[in-house]
């Protein structure tokens, strides 16, 4: 297949990349080039430097390549810079993804599979885990604008007939991002002890979330190429408090810590874990790591193992 991922040198998506090529599919990447080095991308993957708010840009790319899948993994992911600059995140994940699904039409894409957030949409679930049935109520602007593109996607599904696969993923964790002391909480923590650092923790550390890695994300975009269209979650439906997960990190690393303690922060959710029965059903999606193997894997590579 000719597939177009669009944020293809960013940590997902560089990984995601990887994966089709294994399966010998013909990619192209776009990126901007805003936080990441096209030095990571592999030569053998077609490569373009494009903006996806720039839609004159944007055009000549899907010109060019004609994608018959479309992998839409650009978008702005920072929680906290979407609090304090929510225009900014609108801006990319619903402007930009509009251009990205209308020219997805335009140039008569078969497929769009689109990367969503199931950390952050759901808000604090009244149930859990998290069904994809369950009301959306993000406490970020994240959440709300990643929600909003996964619903302008709907429209373009309901109106041109476009075919849809929406991923709600979990806390993503693992190799291959661009800075380690960057990105999800675990890369942030291994970051801080190695340098000898104590990592902080906002609030009691109570608070617990769904880890999945990397790799399994990958499984998860290789078997929506084909699969049935539908939303799904992509985590592990296993929940990890933040002082447990100090604990096995610093086990992992054979360094004891104490964290620091800090006021615990109004935006950020407190406990969520996802409901996987669907993508397992439907997608045939079964996580494969561990978290414990899963961060052993992710020291080894910042390791340089």
Known sequence: MRILVTGGTGFIGLNVVEGYLKDNHEVAVISNLSYEKRENLSKKAKFYKADIRNREALEKVFKDFKP???????????????????????????????????????????????????????GEAAKLPASEDLPVEPLSPYGVSKYCAENYLNYFKRLYGIEKVILRYANVYGPRRGSLCEGSVIEIFICKILKREKPTIFGDGTQSYDFIFVEDVVRANILALNGKEGIYNIGTGRETSLNLLIEIISKALGIKVKPKRDLSREWEVKRIILDVKRAREELGFIPQFSLEEGIRRTIEWYRGG
Do not use: M, Q, W
């Open 68 to 122: 018959e899948i479309v992998n839409h993994h650009a978008g702005h992911t920072g929680v906290k810079e979407s609090v304090e600059n929510p225009v900014y995140d609108a801006e990319i994940n619903i402007i930009g993804s509009i251009n990205v699904f209308e020219l997805a039409v335009k140039y008569e894409a078969r497929r769009i599979i689109f990367p969503s957030t199931g950390g952050g949409i759901y």
